[in-house]
């Protein structure tokens, strides 16, 4: 329409004329078609036939392409992008992998891989056993291929035959995909024919031994969104019938955790939803991470005590005026004083918040050597914060922290042995809380050059919480005593496997404790307090009074136990274990002088 026909339409108040659009016609929307069900062996679809998933991938997270299509769900339907999925190197090696964990030995033995290895010579054959046992060792200890690559180059210097292939961080990784599915076949056949497994979360080591126990990486579990306890537990029991561990609830007997919520809640725990799944129930040996365990012990024992609050922060704002701005002429002229008093110079360090470590108790310990030097020069110091330390609260504090700091570092230390068993982690509490009695009846193993009521009153309820909480803590692992029950009527009749095993652990016991004696060694606390547990099972209150049972009763009375067992029992001299009688709890560990030198 030209400009004056839109003028004069305007002027007698008449719209122009429009010409009719056309609308254009909607194209054909695609739709699913239930013939591609059977055409394509991986398709699978919602009812509503919206979306559409590769069952093949899915069912394999670790090795799929989680951003593609045909993992997250598509909407497109085309039928040629099912030839280009399952064309793709993501949808090919899902597709191989679950075709080795299925093949029989003759197809394994009839391929490429397998009939090339035939045809190598006996150097050629050593070279590729070299290089795959170092990628091996690399995957094991969780080490980065990186490190494959820089490794080889040194064998070869070191004359080992590596070969000229496969040197660098891709061979490595190739290597290891070839192996890891016969690796994963043999882990499912190892547990499989176990008697008994324990599972371990997070980076727990190794629950318990026998001879030699081992822990054995079985998978990774994708939780998604959703991190609850019952969803960890779900993915666990998937991940038991995946690897073929179907008779799973019959063979967990122990799980190791950490101390998040999540595992060790009371009620909805993943331990107790495993508890309630398990054949042995209630009897699930539960062991927390130890460093956990000692860390809220402290924790629990410290809120009995509020004074712990004001010690902590004394001993910050110390270091602080120490090690931050300006520390290092005030460092200097504490060395000083400490050169013209004829005191030591220590070096102070960073507190560190984990109450149990070496490193707070060495802090702790270098204070107390410099505290003389560090009031006289905060007495020349206008710090008001920095008061508090020369009073006697904080002084006798100190020196009580320290006993207490020494029996947590010990104990820690002793908790950091490889493949700590069950019953020695109960023997560490146990000798801790011995120790901490005799701290409690006694002053300490320091002589306290100053006294105060408040730091006393202080030392007293830390001990008493301290005491209590490690008490707890073993009490929680008196589950494993199931394992040293000796009339098997308390058994249901599939367990009488798993009695035969805790039998077994106790002739181990009694066994190294008589090694140790024919050896005129002194018997250690834990083999000790190991045994009285053992006592413990037949209603004897001491090991003097296991033997006096054994000794004077119808053996046909304890038929179960085994007759090792037995011949251990009786060849435990008498006169070494009557010592052992005594109502009181804290001389429990003074079993013999020698003892009370190991205990103190």
């Avoid at 690897?243 to 009371?266: E, S």
């Avoid at 700091?405 to 560490?428: A, M, P, Y």
Wanted: aromatic share 8%; with cysteine; net charge positive.
């Amino acid at each position: 329409m030209s400009k004056k026909q839109q003028t004069l339409s305007s002027f007698f108040g008449v719209s122009p004329p429009t010409k009719k659009r056309q609308l254009e016609p909607e194209p054909n929307k695609r739709l699913f078609s239930e013939k591609w069900l059977q055409d394509v062996q991986w398709l699978e679809t919602n009812d509503e036939r919206t979306e559409m998933w590769c069952k093949i991938c899915r069912s394999n997270p670790q090795l799929a392409d989680k951003t593609g299509a045909f993992y997250k769900g598509s909407k497109n339907f085309n039928y040629p992008l099912f030839d280009k999925h399952e064309k793709s190197k993501e949808h090919t090696n899902v597709a191989q992998a679950i075709a080795y964990k299925h093949a029989s030995q003759e197809e394994i033995s009839s391929r490429p891989l397998a009939r090339w290895r035939d045809k190598l010579n006996e150097e050629q054959r050593q070279a590729l056993f070299n290089i795959f046992l170092l990628a091996f060792h690399k995957a094991k200890h969780a080490r980065p291929m990186s490190s494959y690559s820089e490794d080889v180059p040194l064998l070869k210097r070191l004359g080992v035959n590596v070969g000229g292939a496969y040197h660098s961080r891709e061979g490595g990784t190739r290597i290891m995909q070839s192996i890891a599915h016969s690796i994963s076949r043999e882990l499912r056949a190892k547990l499989q024919s176990a008697d008994f497994w324990g599972l371990l979360f997070d980076g727990s080591e190794d629950i318990t031994k026998t001879g030699e126990f081992t822990s054995d990486f079985i998978g990774l579990i994708e939780l998604g969104p959703d991190r609850t306890a019952q969803a960890i537990t779900d993915g666990l029991v998937r991940l038991f019938q995946d690897t073929g561990l179907d008779d799973w609830t019959t063979k967990l007997v122990a799980v190791c955790t950490d101390g998040a919520a999540v595992n060790v809640g009371v009620y909805n725990g993943v331990v107790p939803k495993l508890q309630r799944l398990a054949a042995v129930g209630d009897s699930l040996v539960h062991i927390l991470c130890t460093a956990h365990t000692l860390e809220n012990c402290a924790k629990a024992a410290d809120r009995n005590v509020p004074y712990c609050e004001t010690f902590n922060s004394s001993v910050v704002k110390l270091l602080q005026f120490y090690l931050q701005k300006g520390g290092a002429k005030k460092t200097a002229a504490l060395k000083k004083l400490c050169e013209e008093n004829g005191i030591s110079f220590v070096k102070l360090g960073k507190f560190h918040n984990i109450r149990w470590s070496a490193w707070r108790h060495e802090t702790l310990l270098k204070i107390s050597i410099l505290l003389p030097a560090i009031k006289m020069q905060l007495a020349m110091s206008d710090n008001s914060d920095l008061q508090h330390i020369c009073t006697e609260r904080f002084q006798c504090f100190l020196s009580n922290m320290l006993d207490i700091g020494n029996v947590l570092k010990t104990t820690s230390i002793r908790f950091q042995k490889e493949k700590l068993t069950i019953g020695e982690c109960k023997d560490e509490l146990m000798v801790a809380i011995g120790q901490f009695t005799l701290l409690l009846d006694g002053e300490g193993h320091r002589a306290h050059t100053v006294s105060n009521a408040n730091a006393d009153r202080d030392k007293t309820n830390l001990l008493r919480g301290l005491i209590e909480e490690f008490e707890i803590r073993y009490d929680s692992l008196k589950s494993c005593d199931h394992f040293l029950v000796f009339d098997p009527s308390t058994w249901p009749q599939e367990m009488q496997d798993l009695h035969s095993f805790g039998n077994t652990t106790v002739c181990s016991t009694l066994k190294k404790y008589e090694a140790t004696l024919q050896s005129d060694k002194d018997t250690t606390v834990t083999e000790w307090m190991r045994l009285k547990q053992a006592g413990k099972r037949l209603g004897a209150s001491s090991v003097y009074d296991l033997v006096q049972i054994i000794n004077t009763s119808n053996p046909d009375a304890y038929s179960n136990i085994n007759k090792s067992t037995m011949s251990s029992l009786r060849t435990v001299p008498v006169h070494v274990l009557h010592t052992d009688r005594t109502d009181r709890y804290c001389t429990r560990y003074r079993c013999d002088s020698s003892l009370m030198g190991q205990v103190l």
